[in-house]
């Protein structure tokens, strides 16, 4: 196939791009190469970008831009949308630009491919588990998703959900049947994309595959944004003998998965057989302490920086989400291959060949907290 893939230079688009390019495709790589993500003088840790043999054709252009898509969508098979923004804070406050690029952007490409590129058969959306909000639980025999946490009970430092009358919730995985109820902007954007996607499936003949990531990590990820990306962040201070600012209590959990996992998935999704719009789930299955996984981060990299827990905390945030893979495993046949301590290795290796960056984490942080979105003990 001919596979145009948006943010194609970003942290997971240059790992499937080189996974595509190994597979025997050909690719359109379209990307703004954001300063955010890449700096102000962007120089992208991507091979491909480097090589004028690599056979990929890279438009340097934003997925807003009508006349650079139209160039990027002529001749192609399918479309890999990855280009957005996403920070979960950010989004809070900058709400029209997330929903202009993550929104009204995958809005301007579905009418694109169903108006002037209808050769164009197949779009994989990056979606994010964020749109499920706090996740599964169980009450007694019911599954539900509470609905987001109060500020004043974070301010409390009452940080897990609990259920309608203030029971205590088993936290399980989960499912893509799970009720969807965003907690950030940023989700609201992901979940608006699979509903149109879903729109797009039905009314037009293409398939539209959502894959909804967990926490992806691994090497290339961006040091710089200081928006997103617990383990960047974390990474570049413990270079630095910084503190470590754990929010809540340190005990909120995420699913980490190995970026190289994703690139895997993806491909799975351009070829599986599959109906008209499928969502399903990218992840490791496995929740993981955000303060555990900070330790083993400060032990890889042979770190003395205190792991302060300041019960700060963000808006948007979610306390536990983890993955159900039983569909992933039933209609892409996918299955996690890098396990959190050999994922971790191999990203602070790379980590420790990188320069270490001005930290602008507490930054961001003051800005959430001035718009009355957070909380920040320094």
Not at 165 to 176: A, F, H, I, K, Q
Not at 238 to 254: A, H, K, T, V, Y
Not at 276 to 289: E, I, K, Q, R, Y
């Amino acid at each position: 196939m001919k596979i145009l893939v948006t943010g194609g230079a970003g942290f997971i688009g240059s790992w499937l791009v080189e996974s595509l390019l190994a597979a025997g495709h050909g690719v359109t790589v379209v990307d703004n190469l954001s300063p955010q993500i890449h700096g102000a003088l962007p120089t992208p840790d991507v091979g491909w970008l480097q090589r004028p043999d690599s056979g990929v054709e890279f438009i340097r252009a934003d997925v807003r831009d009508r006349d650079a898509m139209d160039q990027a969508l002529a001749g192609v098979d399918a479309v890999v949308h990855l280009a957005a923004e996403t920070g979960t804070g950010q989004s809070m406050y900058q709400i029209s630009h997330y929903y202009d690029v993550n929104q009204q952007a995958t809005a301007s490409l579905f009418e694109a491919i169903v108006t002037r590129h209808r050769h164009v058969r197949r779009v994989i959306l990056a979606s994010s588990r964020s749109v499920y909000g706090e996740g599964a639980y169980r009450l007694h025999d019911q599954l539900l998703v509470p609905p987001s946490r109060a500020l004043s009970r974070l301010e409390a430092g009452q940080f897990e959900p609990v259920g309608p009358n203030g029971e205590p919730l088993e936290l399980v995985p989960t499912p893509e049947s799970a009720l969807a109820l965003p907690a950030s902007v940023y989700a609201a954007t992901k979940l608006a994309n699979e509903t149109l996607g879903s729109v797009m499936a039905s009314t037009y003949g293409l398939k539209v595959v959502a894959l909804r990531f967990q926490n992806v990590y691994g090497e290339r990820q961006s040091l710089r944004n200081p928006y997103t990306g617990i383990l960047s962040i974390f990474s570049n201070r413990m270079r630095q003998g910084l503190p470590i600012n754990i929010f809540e209590d340190g005990l909120e959990s995420r699913d980490f998965v190995h970026v190289s996992d994703v690139a895997r998935a993806i491909r799975l999704g351009l070829e599986a057989d599959l109906p008209p719009f499928t969502v399903t789930n990218v992840g490791s299955g496995v929740p993981t302490p955000v303060l555990h996984v900070a330790d083993l981060l400060r032990q890889q990299l042979g770190s003395t920086s205190e792991l302060q827990v300041t019960g700060d905390y963000r808006a948007g945030d979610i306390r536990h989400c983890y993955a159900d893979l039983t569909q992933a495993r039933a209609v892409l046949g996918f299955a996690p291959e890098i396990g959190l301590e050999q994922g971790l290795q191999a990203f602070c290796d790379w980590v420790m060949t990188q320069p270490v960056l001005v930290d602008r984490s507490a930054q961001a942080l003051k800005e959430l907290t001035q718009a009355g979105l957070g909380k920040s003990s320094s």
